[in-house]
């Protein structure tokens, strides 16, 4: 039997990558990945010589089941994503469900996920918080922001850069537009950037934007406070 090794890579900074990750990078037989081209950028930059397999959002469905017949004859299998934690608004889950119900050993390591520090550096209370990750993008997406938008507890969101506008308009309608917010964007890489100030705010500065935005964002919302109506 083998098995499956979640293995978190850097969000930007290479330099966050862990030994523990590179250590099992090398481990493993075969190199599972998102994106197959950062996958061989990260594993030249760290001297290791792997196959990759694609495992993303379209294929998942259909590769879980080749994947958990190579752990079965016994090889180890590292899980990458584009970057961050597996399984944190990016393929895994299906694999490693799988895995559990095939009782085939998983082993997460921890290591770079952007939200956290994101949440962290807002400062906004992260005793509590609702991790979203990425709104619907159409169907169900009115429903799950009316159902977000009376949680008590600082909200957690991802987004890409064609669809922050349009997230921010969205929670400015409806979750208001005093609530406090920050958008962390490319964390931890060179141009790390925090906007702060009421949604309201952050939707007019990214309207008034010069140019059309880049990176990958990460929204973190003040819950809904008690006087609220």
């Known amino acids: 039997m083998g098995k499956l090794l979640l293995v978190p890579t850097p969000v930007g900074n290479l330099g966050d990558m862990t030994f523990r990750g590179v250590e099992a990078l090398k481990e493993a037989d075969t190199i599972v990945a998102e994106d197959t081209r950062s996958a061989r950028r990260l594993l030249q930059h760290f001297g290791i010589d792997k196959r990759i397999l ?3 959002k379209d294929n998942e469905h259909r590769m879980t089941e080749p994947l958990i017949a190579l752990l079965e004859k016994g090889e180890t299998l590292a899980l990458i994503s584009e970057a961050g934690t597996p399984g944190i608004s990016d393929p895994g889950f299906l694999l490693v469900r799988a895995c559990i119900e095939k009782e085939i050993p998983v082993e ?6 952007a939200f956290v520090p994101a949440l962290v550096n807002s400062g906004l209370p992260s005793d509590r918080f609702f991790f979203e990750g990425f709104l619907p993008p159409k169907k169900g997406r009115n429903k799950r922001l009316n159902e977000i938008s009376s949680l008590p507890h600082t909200l957690v969101l991802y987004e890409s850069p064609h669809r922050i506008l349009r997230t921010l308009t969205d929670l400015k309608e409806r979750l208001g537009a005093g609530r406090r917010a920050v958008v962390a964007k490319e964390i931890t890489k060179i141009h790390e950037t925090y906007f702060r100030g009421t949604l309201g705010e952050l ?10 935005p880049k990176g990958e964002y990460v929204i973190i919302v003040e819950g809904k406070k008690k006087d609220e109506g």
């Open 108 to 113: 997460t390591l921890p290591g770079a996920t």
């Open 203 to 212: 939707a007019s500065q990214f309207e008034n934007l010069p140019g059309k």
């Open 54 to 56: 694609s495992f993303h």
